[in-house]
């Protein structure tokens, strides 16, 4: 894919609840284009439409009405087989649960979207190895999420999001269940992700972490009302960061 194409794109994207006068545009004709490389913050108050706009990029919901296209791909015409196939391969996924499988080691974890791609056990296990050292786990690979803190679980699904080298990883809220000292780590991460190149999305509360993003666009009733290109750039942002307190 060259550079100056965008990755994801969405034009008029729509989704509707309801009817008549229980009628909610959830998501309310947004237009987005993210290119390679470029990390996205989407912030805006609860029940603005973000998380469901993110759920609607990642083609786990289906839009009413607009276009989505991933990597080429037109998600709104794909059927559903069709759809698991891409998100296995282009997309990661990481939510403010974190969503680990409990009976899985760490490792095992990260390396079930490798399997579920077709590759090897012993492809997964070296992949898994490789990301779980990236964030900081590798000497936690044996240990199943039970026996890990909330910050360690959140960078064990970041591992996971990143198995597959997806061209966009997608972030729901990935500090809102995390304490401050976790909440930095997360960050740096984030940060690393936007220095290392990888394509994000992210949609927020927090103030840090839209910090890392390239670009901060807000979203009000179910629209973007403001965007922000950000300025100092995500490796400033990282040096910050690792003297966060709080």
């Known amino acids: 894919m060259d550079a100056g194409q965008t990755v994801l794109t969405a034009s008029g994207l729509r989704k509707d609840y309801g009817k008549g006068v229980a009628l909610v545009h959830a998501v309310n004709e947004v237009s987005l284009d993210v290119a390679p490389g470029e990390s996205v913050a989407i912030v805006g108050p609860s029940g603005c439409g973000k998380s469901t706009l993110l759920y609607l990029l990642g083609g786990l919901e289906r839009p009413t009405a607009g276009t989505l296209r991933l990597a080429g791909h037109p998600l709104e015409q794909m059927p559903e087989a069709g759809l698991a196939w891409l998100r296995r391969r282009a997309l990661g996924f990481v939510f403010q649960s974190f969503h680990l499988v409990d009976e899985l080691t760490a490792s095992e974890n990260v390396e079930l979207p490798t399997l579920l791609a077709g ?123 690792a003297g966060l307190e709080g």
């Open 119 to 241: 590759a090897s056990p012993r492809k997964a296990r070296e992949r898994a190895a490789e990301l779980l050292e990236r964030v900081g786990l590798e000497n936690r690979a044996d240990h199943l999420p039970s026996a890990l803190s909330g910050g360690q679980q959140q960078r064990v699904a970041i591992a996971r999001a990143l198995a597959n080298a997806p061209h966009v990883v997608l972030a729901d809220e990935p500090t809102g269940n995390l304490d401050s000292a976790a909440t930095t780590d997360v960050l740096r991460l984030f940060a690393q992700l936007r220095a290392d190149g990888q394509t994000v999305v992210i949609v927020t509360h927090d103030e840090r972490m839209a910090a890392t993003a390239d670009r901060l666009i807000s979203m009000r009733d179910g629209r973007f009302v403001d965007e922000t290109k950000l300025t100092g750039g995500p490796a400033r942002s990282l040096t910050e960061m």
